[in-house]
């Protein structure tokens, strides 16, 4: 059933559960498929393949990730974040694997937001949209910048694109003024029927998380929406950590996870994802925060990266 949020339409259950599962995993970096063609070949372009030529291909492997997949496949997710990076050098044949990969996985809803190496390059822009536009959601946005928005439940997923391109030996994304303006808008809505908001976006919210050539450039405009307006919760990728922290100025975590192929060679980098419940109860949602880990013979167990928070729970101003 559909349902509007001022010039959104957003589409999920009347009927609402009173606990939500979530599962948030990030920069999958798919195996290449292809080399770039002559068309293709641009100077940042060659940059990330010897990256992944010399590097990142021994550190994202299939088969981590498809321990991944198996792992939330039995906390039996309700709804998937997806924050971004399934690609490694952004070419089309590489989104082509992508939609691919997407469909076998069978999910649930799911709201998938790009990351940096997916807009390495600006080409074949609607192409690539379209490809992926069952799990980006754009179709609900009044305009090409506005944020995305899935509802399920209680529960508002809003993604923030940050993923720009940018020069050679940078990795910084930015969300922009006019986004930023509509995520505010978005917000307010969405507080209005009681959901439970939870932002995503690809490159971490705050400062030092990353170096400064990959962080978000406009990091204090997204902060000021968000003291502004409230936010239940904010997942990231981009940083290949799994950590949580709090906004400046606000109680709003936010949370980032492993990247989720990264083999089981360093504890801090193996390969993960967060299961997160978010539990509806009269004046306050309860939300728990799991990252699951991948171990060298394969498993995944809990990591020490557990968190038990709660937030004010506003009732909608009208039925739904």
Not at 146 to 161: E, F, Q, R, T
Not at 234 to 254: C, F
């Amino acid at each position: 059933m559909s349902h509007a949020v001022g010039p959104y339409t957003v589409t999920g259950d009347v009927f609402f559960l009173s606990c939500v599962h979530i599962a948030h995993l990030s920069d999958p970096h798919l195996p290449l498929v292809g080399l770039p063609s002559f068309k293709e070949i641009r100077f940042k372009r060659i940059l990330s393949l010897l990256s992944w030529q010399l590097r990142r291909r021994h550190l994202h492997k299939l088969p981590a990730l498809q321990s991944i997949m198996r792992d939330i496949r039995h906390f039996h997710p309700d709804m998937v974040a997806l924050t971004g990076d399934l690609t490694n050098l952004g070419l089309l044949k590489e989104f082509q694997h992508a939609r691919q990969w997407l469909l076998q996985q069978d999910l649930p809803p799911t709201l998938l937001i790009p990351g940096n190496h997916d807009a390495l390059i600006k080409e074949n822009s609607a192409t690539k949209q379209a490809l992926w536009a069952e799990w980006l959601h754009s179709s609900t946005q009044p305009e090409p910048a506005a944020p995305s928005l899935l509802v399920k439940d209680h529960i508002a997923l809003i993604g923030v694109n940050t993923a720009v391109p940018t020069l050679p030996f940078l990795a910084s994304g930015k969300a922009g003024q006019t986004q930023l303006v509509l995520l505010a808008d978005l917000l307010r809505r969405t507080r209005v029927m009681g959901l439970c908001r939870i932002v995503l976006l690809h490159h971490p919210p705050a400062q030092g998380i990353v170096s400064r050539r990959k962080g978000l450039d406009d990091f204090l405009a997204f902060q000021n929406v968000l003291r502004a307006e409230g936010a239940e919760l904010v997942l990231y990728g981009h940083s290949h950590r799994a950590q949580i922290t709090t906004l400046p100025g606000t109680d709003i975590l936010a949370v980032s996870s492993t990247s989720a192929s990264h083999i089981a060679d360093e504890p801090e980098k193996s390969a993960g994802w967060n299961a997160i419940s978010v539990h509806k109860q009269p004046d306050i949602w309860q939300i728990t925060i799991q990252h699951r880990s991948l171990m060298p013979d394969g498993s995944l167990q809990d990591s020490q990266m557990r968190r038990v928070c709660s937030a004010h729970r506003l009732l909608p101003a009208t039925s739904l």
